[in-house]
Structure formats: C-alpha cells, structure tokens
C-alpha cells in the first residue's frame, strides 16, 4: 500500500512537500517515482530514485525545481517541489517498481508494480 499526502493550492512560485508511506512490501528493495497526470493527458514520469545507491533521476522538465528522497527506516518516499507554476498542475502519483529508469522517458518506459491514490496538487 502507498499513500500520498502533502497536496494542496499553491500561488505560481510556491512550494509543497509530497510525501509517500508504504506498507505491505519490502520498500527498501524497490525503486521509487513520482508520476503525474493532468485532465486530458497522459500520466507522465516525474522522477525516481534507485534502491541500491538512492541515485535520484527526473524528467526533463523538472529542471532543477524537484528534489527526490527517500527514508528506508520510515518507508517513506519524500518529492519537494519548488517554484511551481500553473503547468505543474496535477494529480501525483507515488510509485514503486523494479526498475524505474524509463519512468522519466516520455513516454514512460516500464510499468511500476505499485501505485499510491494520488495526492492533488493545484497552483494558480
């Protein structure tokens, strides 16, 4: 189970911390991502983090304003997100998997195993 909080309205140029408990599997073993996906397109890839060395990966479009972590004593998956804007609108998605290094691609590439509900973050 994966279960995402930390949504919420923002102005463009504000900040959210996402954050992703996991239950039920052995978290430190799987790699995790954030995906999101807005009204009318398709779920895109937004970052990753391996399990071995916790080398962090992101989309192309991140450019430099998303920081993924991840607590492997807590279970937790964390993404700070800096200086949105309207485009960053979108419900985001936790996402444990396998192998994640075509979750960034566009489109992805590989299917997580595990996806949380979403949590809603909207900037205006």
């Known amino acids: 189970q994966l279960v995402e909080s930390g949504g919420g309205s923002v102005q463009a140029g504000g900040s959210l911390r996402l954050s992703c408990v996991s239950s039920g599997y052995t978290y430190s073993t799987y790699c995790m991502g954030w995906f999101r996906q807005s009204p009318g397109k398709e779920r895109e890839g937004v970052a990753g983090?391996?399990?071995?060395?916790?080398?962090?990966i992101y989309a192309d479009f991140v450019k430099g304003r998303f920081t993924i972590s991840r607590d492997n004593v807590n279970n937790t998956l964390y993404l700070q997100v800096n200086n949105l804007t309207p485009e960053d609108t979108a419900m985001y998605y936790c996402?444990?998997?396998?192998?994640?290094?075509?979750?960034?691609?566009?489109?992805?590439?590989?299917?997580?195993?595990?996806w949380g509900q979403g949590t809603q973050v909207t900037v205006s």
């Open positions: 996402a444990a998997g396998t192998f994640c290094t075509g979750w960034i691609r566009s489109p992805p590439i590989g299917r997580p195993l595990y």
């Open positions: 983090i391996y399990s071995g060395d916790g080398r962090p």
